[in-house]
């Protein structure tokens, strides 16, 4: 540790110890390089689909707040419509910051064709190149990895991973993520569907995986009848106002989750979503209560 280095561990270290004073936002490591990434990024399925326009505009300060917020990782997909476009456009009109982290996936069938999809995603991000590159939902992911391995060893990718969701295929995700080289998974895993914790989350932490997680809040279904009682005691513990704090709270600690990629179309909800990296996290006790909590709330 060098004398800057030296400086600033014992500044924050001081802060620490200051009555009200809170700690930096959450960040995880991605174990592959030791980079750290804040615990809750952005997610753009259906929410960035938006045509010219407005409405498109309107996005862009989604992603104004992300940003501006301690946000970093924005995830997107060729099977997201406008998506990708939108955020091209969006990070030349507000600024592209240092440090943002820019995930996008393949989607479809044949190496050839893989090749011009992940070129065009480069090109509608308006980037040099990506950080990280899925094979999206497994889709042709044996024609697609050898193309994202060579890639990466060239510099033209910085990580590669697979990616399913909705629970679905978790045989064939683990079976890939104990076979091939790679970076990243990113599977579905939320308080209505903990399907991955015995088996995904295991595998990922043995084989030193980066795990994003998708759908936290189950596409929205996690919000309803339940949400709509207050929140139980240990919330004031986690400092948590709202229920969306909580289920990303109870994601992002789990010790073998790199990022969550929670989606929305308002600047409101990106800004909630992003206070689930401050203040304590739960352990692995109380993770236990929330969950039990919600499933017989």
Not at 105 to 113: H, N, S
Not at 260 to 267: G, L, S
Request: overall charge positive; proline content about 6%.
């Amino acid at each position: 540790m060098n004398r800057r280095e030296l400086l600033q561990a014992a500044a924050a270290a001081a802060v620490s110890g200051i009555p009200g004073a809170r700690a930096a936002p959450l960040e995880r490591p991605v174990p592959a390089t030791g980079e750290r990434l804040p615990a809750v990024g952005l997610g753009t399925w259906i929410t960035f689909d938006v045509a010219r326009g407005e409405a498109r505009h309107a996005r862009g300060e989604v992603l104004r707040a992300f940003l501006a917020g301690g946000g970093r990782m924005v995830d997107s997909s060729p099977m997201y419509g406008e998506s990708e476009s939108l955020i091209g456009e969006e990070y030349a009109r507000i600024g592209r910051p240092p440090g943002m982290f820019a995930a996008t996936k393949v989607w479809t069938v044949g190496g050839l064709a893989g090749k011009r999809q992940m070129e065009q995603s480069r090109s509608l991000w308006g980037l040099p190149r990506l950080d990280l590159l899925f094979v999206h939902n497994m889709l042709d992911w044996e024609a697609h990895l050898p193309t994202l391995r060579e890639m990466k060893a060239q510099g033209r990718v910085r990580y590669i991973g697979v990616t399913t969701s909705h629970g679905r295929r978790h045989d064939l995700l683990e079976a890939i993520m104990k076979r091939e080289p790679i970076d990243f998974v990113q599977f579905t895993y939320n308080l209505n569907d903990r399907s991955a914790e015995d088996r995904l989350l295991r595998v990922a932490a043995e084989r030193r995986l980066a795990v994003v997680v998708n759908r936290p809040f189950d596409g929205g279904d996690l919000f309803g009848a339940k949400t709509a009682k207050p929140l139980p005691g240990w919330a004031r513990q986690l400092e948590c106002a709202t229920w969306a704090e909580a289920f990303l709270k109870f994601i992002v600690s789990h010790p073998a989750v790199t990022c969550a990629i929670p989606a929305t179309r308002q600047v409101a909800h990106v800004q909630e979503n992003l206070r689930a990296m401050s203040g304590p996290q739960p352990d692995e006790a109380l993770r236990q209560r929330i969950a039990a909590d919600y499933a017989r709330a």
